[in-house]
């Protein structure tokens, strides 16, 4: 099972999956992947989101995790259809102290200082700042990074492929994530999300 290091220096860009269909989860997978993207994370805001970590699971480079865990049940579910990771919007004691004994690392949200010192109580040091624009955007993250050392974070909320290099730039930031490279109404373009992830994948973290 690959830790958060791994997951978060596999590729510059994770992307947000929302999706409603499970007979799209593999060819978006191999899309994504062939793209040059290989971690997937799906959230868990729709019935499919379950029946579409299994199958994306099948496609060989893919790293699957479950977005959206919002409790400790959730987190259950995920693990059970085989997510690899999991990803939380924010962070809440339940939460954590169920991810302290799950089998697969959890990547918490956190949106503010108070809640940084709350997910570094919890032993939490790779984490996602989450809504990253609303909540204070380039400024924000850089602010938590001179005062936290030893914290990395995966912003998303607002991020874009035209702004994605301003996130990237900073050394505190391991990657990011977002939907845009499978924007959640389409009914999902296989060519136009590995076109999408190529211009992911080529983007540098400096
Ligand atoms: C997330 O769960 O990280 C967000 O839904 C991503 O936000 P975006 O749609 O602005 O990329």
Known sequence: MPDLDEILDAAPVIP????????TALPVARALVAGGLPVLEVTLRTPAALAIIRAMREVPGAIV???????????????DAGAQFAVSPGLTDSLARAAATAPIPLLPGVATASEV???????FSRLKFFPATASGGLPAVKAFASVFGGLRFCPTGGITQDNAPDWLAIPAVACIGGTWLVPPCDSPDPAAI?????????????
């Open 194 to 206: 590995e076109q999408r992830a190529r211009a992911a994948a080529a983007l540098k973290k400096d």
């Open 117 to 123: 010192m709350r997910a570094r109580d919890h032993g």
């Open 16 to 23: 947000v999956l929302v999706m409603d269909d499970a007979r």
């Open 65 to 79: 995790g479950a977005g959206t865990v919002l409790d400790p049940a959730m987190l259950d579910a995920a693990i």
